[in-house]
Structures are given as structure tokens and as C-alpha cells.
């Protein structure tokens, strides 16, 4: 089964600073890899996904990740933050061989300070 | 083009009732899910469909029931709600025909309270 997880519950970094979002999964075979965002009271929105092109993934608001196959990971970066960035921020794993389900991570909440 | 629409928003319900949360989609997806939010806890997968008249179970499948009569459709039933089943519920699409490694389109949310 594939598992996701998320370090740091809570991120809380400075206007212009960088966001870096951390998300580990576990499976043998290299899933497909997504962000999503969250927004008070909203659903869930796409950020960006990895899906075995390109390791370096550019999403929307200027959010990127990059798949490490060797580390299991697919952290979410930011160059500079935005107060509009503060949300909850989800990653989620579907298989290549099963993707009727998605297994998402547990959340981290990006506060944005002034 | 509203996407995935979920009713009601908000609901509160005595212990023991039972209740139906609605869940459409006009993007003609085959594959439509129901998960839950609670906190720290990420979203976990309660039931999906790939089609109309197929449905299976997710992670957290007791007390909850499904059926999937139209392409559109996807309706989530509580038999006997329980407190623990106090949460916000999402309702969630994705094409498959063509779709490898397509992501989830989301409704707004539906936000349960059981007393």
C-alpha cells in the first residue's frame, strides 16, 4: 500500500522568504505525485503533479517540486512567499498500477508573517 | 461550468439519523470518490466508482453507503450517524478514460456535525 508523509504539521516562514514543504512517500515503483492547496472553508485545488516526464515540475503561483527517485521525495518549493500562499498544502500519491486510489499526506499549514 | 458540487454545505444531525450528501459532476468523469477531513489526519478514502452501477470501498468504508445510478451522481449515505463521523466530507472526480496520472477535481465541501 502506498503511504505519504508530510514533515512539519505547521511551517511558518516570512514574507519573501522561501516555502519548502517536505513529502515523503513509501512504494516500490515510483508513483504519480501531486500537491494540492487549501484554502480556508474551499476544497482541494491542483498546485502541480508529477506523472514520470520531467523530475522538475512548475505549478501554479509560482510553486515548483522536484521528484528524487533515490530519496523518495517530492518537496514543494517556493522562492519567495506571498501572504495570499498562507493555506494548507496536501501531497498525494495515486499508483501507476492502481490509480483508483489516492493516498494524501496528513497537511502542513503555511502561516506567512508580515 | 460548475465542476464538482456538493450539497448541503453545512448540516447537523442527531445521533442515529440518517442523512444523504449529494455529490455532481459535469465534466462527464467515470471515476468520482468520497473522502473525509479531520484534523491531522489528511483526507482518507472512504468509497469510489469508476462507473455508474460499480462501486467499491476506500479506507474508512463502516457506516457509509454508496451508489452510483447515473454517470453525474454520487451520493454518500449515513444509516445511524455517529459522533465519530462528525467531519467534512469531499466529494471528488477524475476522467479515466485516456486520464493516466490525472488528478482529483474537488467539491467545496460539505461540513458534518453529529450530536
Known amino acids: 500500500a502506498q503511504s505519504v508523509t508530510q514533515l512539519g504539521s505547521h511551517v511558518s516562514v516570512s514574507e519573501g522568504a522561501l516555502v519548502l514543504l517536505r513529502c515523503n512517500y513509501s512504494s516500490s515503483v515510483p508513483p504519480y505525485l501531486f500537491w494540492y492547496v487549501q484554502y480556508p472553508n474551499q476544497g482541494l485545488q491542483l498546485l502541480l503533479k508529477y506523472t514520470s516526464a520531467a523530475t522538475l515540475v512548475k505549478g501554479i503561483n509560482g510553486f515548483e517540486a522536484e521528484f528524487k527517485k533515490s530519496e523518495t521525495s517530492f518537496h514543494l518549493t517556493k522562492p519567495s512567499a506571498h501572504m495570499s500562499d498562507a493555506a494548507e498544502y496536501f501531497c498525494a500519491v495515486s499508483a501507476i498500477d492502481n490509480f483508483n486510489k489516492f493516498y494524501f499526506g496528513s497537511g502542513t499549514k503555511l502561516n506567512v508573517k508580515p | 461550468n460548475a465542476g464538482v458540487t456538493q450539497t448541503p454545505k453545512f448540516q447537523v444531525l442527531k445521533t442515529g439519523q440518517s442523512m444523504t450528501l449529494q455529490c455532481a459532476q459535469d465534466?462527464?468523469?467515470?471515476?468520482m470518490s468520497w473522502y473525509r477531513q479531520d484534523p491531522g489526519m489528511g483526507l482518507r478514502l472512504i468509497h469510489y466508482?469508476?462507473?455508474?452501477?460499480?462501486?467499491d470501498q476506500g479506507e474508512v468504508p463502516n457506516g457509509y453507503n454508496v451508489s452510483r445510478s447515473t454517470t453525474e451522481d454520487f451520493p454518500l449515505r449515513l444509516l445511524s450517524a455517529a459522533p465519530s463521523q462528525t467531519s467534512v466530507y469531499f466529494c471528488?472526480?477524475?476522467?479515466?478514460?485516456?486520464?493516466?496520472?490525472?488528478?482529483?477535481?474537488f467539491g467545496e465541501g460539505s461540513r458534518l456535525t453529529v450530536l
Open positions: 466508482s469508476v462507473g455508474a452501477g460499480i462501486t
Open positions: 465534466m462527464n468523469h467515470e471515476y
Open positions: 471528488a472526480s477524475r476522467g479515466l478514460a485516456g486520464t493516466v496520472g490525472g488528478e482529483l477535481f
